[in-house]
């Protein structure tokens, strides 16, 4: 019987095909999605993996079978998934394994509007369900089969996204853009299409195999194509997109990564200017910047723990207009609560455009302090090892110590977060200091003690 411990994680399902997973699996999931949903119709969409059409196929003819009428949309990016669950009404899988190696393939599951499954809220119910299958048989059919249909929602996407930023007065911009052979290849031309920007096109080819780079721009490894092409054209900023295109990082004209930080406060500080005195949700690794802007723009900023099935209950329950993380993740009230790097980077073409003076220049107010980034750290005894850490920080005189999301220590001029991951023997550290020569000291200090 299919592992599925090591497939079924937090938040979705991803891992090897076909050694952990193959169609076959897929057909179950696609069955118990619409038990578990209840819905009487769902939409599936895909990336440009090798495995993804045939993955995505079996899963809508497991939904079928149960009675359940089938969208499929193709090819797509994850928010262009998100946007047809909102758009309409529906719940939705997108199959993808977004930066992950092109061995790898998973499932995204959400339902109708956008709305999260995670494992408290349908993951797993429907893993258990499958388990059960496995062990014991595949349901009957249906007596009644659901029908699939193909659907093409790439304009209605563009649509809705260019209602949302208007670019069409900004001045004209050099943009370059980096796919990774991704999806950003294929929704990019079209929401761009029309607008006063010449596009610079990298790696827009969808190919899964990804031969020019790993579809994760998180690594800097993986921005210097870009980062060298903005420097040889003279580009006004350059956007590189992971693997599913639910992820933007962007690049100044100087060829420098402008930190999702300071990204998420300037959207932040244009989303409240279409919105006074709305909240904004960010989790507790961005920038202190993020909570200082938000304030001074008349907003109220709420700190939450990283993942998107954090940020997204916690927008649902506040009613939060925007959120944002240090990965690049960014979430939008009248985008169902979803995260969409390409609104995102609509906001910065519009910030950039609407101005003349260079991006550096423009995004230096909201990037205030000095960061290290997130550094990982492999460790048998992750327990163990925050433990010793919060023991050599907890008895300092001026120190507060918190546990939202792993173990948060605060200072008046740093902070830093140690915070296990939730599928592999890592802990990750970020710290944040008023200068770069602390952020050095904090770090080096933290990890002497979390790799000792």
């Not at 509007?113 to 059919?141: H, S, Y």
């Not at 299409?193 to 096109?201: H, N, S, T, V």
């Not at 609407?354 to 492999?378: F, H, K, W």
């Not at 939730?422 to 990890?447: C, H, I, K, Q, Y």
Request: glycine share 10%; aromatic share 6%.
């Amino acid at each position: 019987m299919a592992d599925l411990s090591q497939i079924v994680k937090a938040y979705d399902v991803r891992g090897v095909v076909p050694d952990q997973w193959d169609e076959t699996l897929a057909e179950l999931f696609g069955a118990a999605f619409a038990e578990v949903t209840g819905a009487s119709a769902v939409v599936v969409g895909h990336d440009m993996r090798p495995s993804s059409p045939g993955l995505s196929g079996a899963f809508a003819r497991g939904a079928a079978a149960r009675g359940v009428d089938v969208t499929e949309i193709g090819l797509c990016s994850t928010d262009q998934l998100y946007f047809a669950s909102g758009h309409l009404g529906l719940p939705g899988a997108m199959f993808t394994a977004s930066h992950n190696p092109a061995q790898y393939n998973g499932i995204k599951l959400c339902r109708a509007g956008a709305a999260p499954v995670g494992q408290d809220t349908g993951l797993a119910e429907i893993r258990a369900l499958v388990e059960g299958w496995l062990e014991n048989g595949a349901p009957e059919p249906a007596a009644a089969p659901g029908t699939v249909t193909r659907r093409d929602v790439l304009e209605d996407y563009a649509a809705h996204l260019r209602s949302l930023v208007d670019l069409s007065g900004i001045r004209r911009l050099k943009v370059v853009v980096d796919a990774g052979n991704g999806m950003g290849g294929h929704t990019v031309p079209t929401v761009f299409a029309g607008l006063p920007l010449d596009l610079d096109a990298m790696y827009f080819e969808l190919d899964g195999t990804f031969p020019n780079h790993e579809a994760n721009p998180l690594d800097p490894k993986n921005l210097v194509d870009l980062q060298a092409r903005v420097a040889e054209v003279g580009a006004d900023l350059g956007l590189a997109f992971d693997g599913d295109a639910d992820r933007c990082f962007v690049i100044d004209g100087n060829g420098d990564p402008v930190s999702p930080s300071a990204i998420t406060a300037l959207v932040a500080a244009r989303e409240l200017a279409k919105h006074p005195g709305g909240t904004v949700i960010h989790n507790l690794i961005t920038s202190w910047s993020v909570p200082e802007v938000v304030k001074e723009c008349g907003g109220t900023p709420v700190r939450t723990r990283v993942g998107h099935s954090f940020i997204k209950q916690e927008m649902a329950t506040t009613g939060a207009i925007f959120g944002g993380e240090h990965s690049a993740h960014y979430y939008f009230r009248d985008f169902w609560n979803a995260d969409t790097g390409m609104l995102a980077a609509m906001h910065v073409l519009a910030a950039l455009g609407g101005q003349s003076g260079p991006l550096s220049e423009l995004v230096a107010e909201y990037d205030r302090y000095a960061g290290s980034g997130e550094i990982n750290s492999t460790v048998a005894d992750q327990a163990g090892r925050t433990a010793a850490v919060r023991a050599a920080y907890g008895k300092l005189p001026g120190v507060e110590l918190d546990d939202l999301d792993g173990l948060t220590v605060t200072t008046p001029d740093w902070w830093f977060n140690l915070r296990a991951s939730n599928t592999e023997p890592l802990l990750r550290l970020n710290v944040e200091a008023r200068d770069a020569e602390t952020v050095a000291r904090v770090r080096d200090e933290v990890l002497a003690i979390v790799r000792a």
